[in-house]
C-alpha cells in the first residue's frame, strides 16, 4: 500500500517571502499522479497543482512550483511571493496509475501560517 | 456552473445512531467518492461509485455504506455510530474513471459529523 509523509505539522511564512513544504511518499510502483491540495479554513479542498511521475519536467502553476525527485520519491511545494491568501492546510496526495479508480492517499497535512 | 454540494452541513448524532449524508457531483461528473477527515489528520478513502457501481473500498467498516443515484448524486450511511466517527466527510466528484491526465477530483465542502 502506498503511503505518503508530511513531515512539517506547521511552517510559516513572511508575507511575499517564498516558503517550501516537504513530501515523502512511498510506492512500488512507477507511474503515478502526485497532488498538493489546499484546504483553507472554510473546508473546501482546492487543487493546487498536479504532476504526473512519468514527466521528468517540474509542474509551476504561477507561484506554485514543485521539486519532483522520483528517485528519492520526494515531492516538495514551493510557493513564491506568499500572499495572506495562501495561508491554508496543505495535503500532499498519491494516486496510483495502476490501481483501479482514482483513490487518493493522502498525507496528514501542513498548516501553513502568513505573516503580514 | 455549481460545484460539489454537500448537506447537511453540520450535524449532531448520540452514539448508536444512523447517519445519511447526501453529496451532489458537479453537472456531468459521474464519479463520486467520500472521504473522511479526521480533525487534524489528512483525509481518509472510504469509497468510490462510478455509474452507480461500487468501485472501490477503503479499509472501514461494514457499518459505513454509500450508494449513487442515476442522476449521479450519492449518499453516505454510517450505521451504529461510535464517538470515532465524528470527522469532516468530504464527497469529492470527477467526470469519469479512468487513470485520464485531466481526471481531477473536485471536493465538496464537506459534513461535520459530531458524535456524542
Known amino acids: 500500500a502506498q503511503t505518503v509523509t508530511q513531515s512539517q505539522p506547521e511552517m510559516s511564512v513572511q508575507e511575499a517571502e517564498t516558503v517550501t513544504l516537504s513530501c515523502t511518499y512511498d510506492?512500488?510502483?512507477?507511474?503515478?499522479?502526485l497532488f498538493w491540495y489546499k484546504q483553507p479554513p472554510s473546508r473546501q479542498m482546492i487543487l493546487v497543482i498536479r504532476q504526473e511521475a512519468y514527466k521528468q519536467q517540474n509542474a509551476t502553476e504561477n507561484r506554485f512550483s514543485v521539486n519532483f525527485q522520483k528517485a528519492a520519491k520526494s515531492f516538495s511545494l514551493k510557493i513564491s511571493d506568499s500572499q495572506l491568501g495562501d495561508a491554508a492546510m496543505y495535503f500532499c496526495a498519491y494516486r496510483s496509475w495502476v490501481e483501479y479508480g482514482n483513490k487518493l492517499v493522502f498525507g496528514a497535512g501542513t498548516i501553513l501560517r502568513v505573516k503580514s | 456552473d455549481a460545484g460539489v454540494t454537500q448537506s447537511p452541513t453540520h450535524l449532531i448524532k448520540t452514539r448508536g445512531q444512523q447517519v445519511t449524508l447526501r453529496c451532489s457531483p458537479i453537472s456531468g461528473h459521474k464519479s463520486v467518492s467520500w472521504y473522511q477527515q479526521v480533525l487534524g489528520q489528512g483525509p481518509q478513502f472510504i469509497f468510490q461509485y462510478y455509474e452507480k457501481e461500487e468501485r472501490g473500498r477503503g479499509n472501514f467498516p461494514d457499518r459505513f455504506s454509500a450508494r449513487q443515484f442515476p442522476n449521479y448524486s450519492s449518499e453516505l450511511n454510517v450505521n451504529a455510530l461510535l464517538l470515532g466517527d465524528s470527522a469532516l466527510y468530504l464527497c469529492a466528484s470527477s467526470p469519469a474513471l479512468a487513470l485520464l491526465d485531466k481526471d481531477t477530483q473536485y471536493f465538496g465542502p464537506g459534513t461535520r459529523l459530531t458524535v456524542l
Open positions: 510506492t512500488s510502483e512507477s507511474d503515478y499522479y
